[in-house]
C-alpha cells in the first residue's frame, strides 16, 4: 500500500510539473522570434517583447533578448543600456555595436563579433518613450528622471525573471555606455539596496558620464591635444567657458553667451566633417535625418551621422520587422534611436556617480570602467582621473601597474587595476560607442570581464 500511494504521489508531481513546464515555456514562447526579416541562418533563439512596469499608467518596456551562440545554460546574463539620456539600447547597442546582426539594405548580416558568442545578451529599451516603449498615459514623458528610470528598470528585470525563471539563478552582468554611467549603477545599487534574489556580480560602463565637471571640463584638453583646435581656443576653454555652470543657467540651461562663442568658434576649426565621438573616424554623409544626439544636448552642434544608425532606423521601421518583433507604435509616428518625446530631467546630469561606483565595489560587486580613446565627448582623460580618485578614496591598492593589453598581436589598449573588483581600461582606436569602430578588441575586453580575467599582456 505505501509503495502505490508513493507511486499515485509520484504521478501527481510529475503531472504538475509537467503542467508548470508548459505554462513556464508558454508565457516566454509567446515572444519567440522564429525569423526576423532578412537574417542570416542561426542556431540560437531570439525574443522580444512588452514587460509592464506600471500597470495603472499601462507603461510598458520592450526588451531583445538573444540567447548565447552556443551553451547558452552555461553562459551568464548580460543586460545592455545605452545612455542619451533617451536612447535606444536595441537600435544602438544591438544593432549598430555588439548584437548578432547589423543592417545592410533590406537584409541582417551576420557580426562575427557578436556579444552573444560570451553571453545571453538582453537589450532593453528605456525608459518609457524610448524606441517601441511607452506609456499610455503620455504625460509621463513630460518630466522623467534616474530615479524614476531605476525604479522601472528594477521592475523590469523582476517581471523579465518570472517570464523567464531559467535565467534566475544565473549569474547577472549590467553593461552599458555613455549616459548608461548613470542608469547602471544607479540600478545595480538598487538591486542591492532592495535585496532583490538576482545573482548580480558586476557592471561594466564604457565611456560613462561619471561627474559632470570633471567628464566635461577634460573636453577642451582633449580636443587641442588631439590638434583639433588653436591654442587660443583652448585657453579661451579654460578661461570664458566652466562646464559646470551649464545647468544652473536661468535660461533653459543653456550656454553662458561668451561660452557659447567659444564653443562655435572650437566648432568652426573642429569643422563638420569630424565625428566628435571618434575624431579619427570617416564621417558618412547621409541624407536620412536619423542621427544619434546622445549628450549634445549640451552644446550648439550639429547632430552626429552615422550611416548605420539611418540604416537601422530604416530597418526597425519597417512593418514585417515590427511584427516579428512583436512591437508597435504607441503615440508616436516612428521608431527613433533617441526619443523625440521624451522630457528628461537634464539637472540629472550633474548628479555624480562616482560615489556609487565606490558603494558597489564595497558591497563587492566588480566594476570595469573602459575609455574608447577616440571620444572628445566624454574623453577617457576625465575618466581615467575619476576612477584614480576614487581607488584612492577607497584605499585600494594598484594590483596591476598600468600597462598595454593585447587583442591578436596588436596593442588593443592600456589598463590598470586596483585591488581585486576594480579596473580601467582604454580601447585603442575606438570611439565613444567603442563596440562600433573596435569590434574585436571590445568583445576581448567584454570576454575578460565576464571570465574575471586580467586583460592579455602578450601578444596571442
Known sequence: MLTQAWLAMAAIIYVLLVICSITVESVSEADKIMVLPGQPQVNFQQFAGYIRVDEKQDRSLFYYFVEA????????????????????????????????????????VKNDYSWNKEANMLYLESPAGVGF???????????????ITAQDNLVFLENWFNKFPEYNNRDLFITGESYGGHYVPQLAQLIIQSKAKFNLKGIAIGNPLLEFNT??????????????????????????????????????????????????????????????????????????????????????????????????????????????????????????????????????LEIPTIGVLGSLVKSGIRVLVYSGDQDSVVPLTGTRTLVNGLAKELGLTTTVPYRVWFEGRQVGGWTQV??????????????????????????????AFLGGKTLPEGAL
Open 69 to 108: 551562440e552556443t551553451n547558452p545554460s552555461s553562459k551568464p546574463l548580460v543586460l545592455w543600456l545605452n545612455g542619451g539620456p533617451g536612447c535606444s539600447s536595441i537600435g544602438a547597442g544591438a544593432f549598430c555595436e555588439h548584437g548578432p546582426f547589423k543592417p545592410s539594405g533590406q537584409i541582417l
Open 133 to 147: 516603449s511607452y506609456s499610455a498615459n503620455q504625460s509621463f514623458y513630460a518630466s522623467v528622471d534616474d530615479s
Open 215 to 348: 567628464d566635461f571640463n577634460a573636453r577642451g584638453e582633449y580636443l587641442w591635444s588631439h590638434g583639433l583646435v588653436s591654442d587660443a581656443t583652448y585657453e579661451l576653454f579654460n578661461h570664458v567657458c566652466n562646464y559646470s555652470q551649464i545647468r544652473r543657467q536661468a535660461d533653459k540651461g543653456s550656454l553662458t553667451p561668451a561660452c557659447l562663442g567659444v564653443i562655435k568658434q572650437a566648432s568652426r576649426e573642429i569643422s563638420e566633417f569630424i565625428d566628435s565621438y571618434d575624431v579619427t573616424l570617416d564621417v558618412c554623409l547621409s541624407s536620412v535625418g536619423s542621427q544619434a544626439e546622445v549628450l549634445n544636448h549640451l552644446q550648439d552642434t550639429k547632430k552626429i551621422d552615422v550611416c548605420v544608425e539611418d540604416e537601422t532606423h530604416n530597418y526597425l521601421n519597417r512593418e514585417d520587422v515590427h511584427k516579428a518583433f512583436h512591437a508597435r507604435l504607441v503615440g508616436v509616428a516612428e521608431w527613433s534611436i533617441c526619443s523625440d518625446v521624451l522630457h528628461y530631467e537634464m539637472q540629472n
Open 418 to 447: 586596483y585591488g581585486d573588483l576594480l579596473s580601467f581600461a582604454t580601447i585603442r582606436g575606438a570611439a565613444h560607442e567603442a563596440p562600433f569602430s573596435q569590434p574585436e578588441r571590445s568583445l576581448v575586453l567584454f570576454n
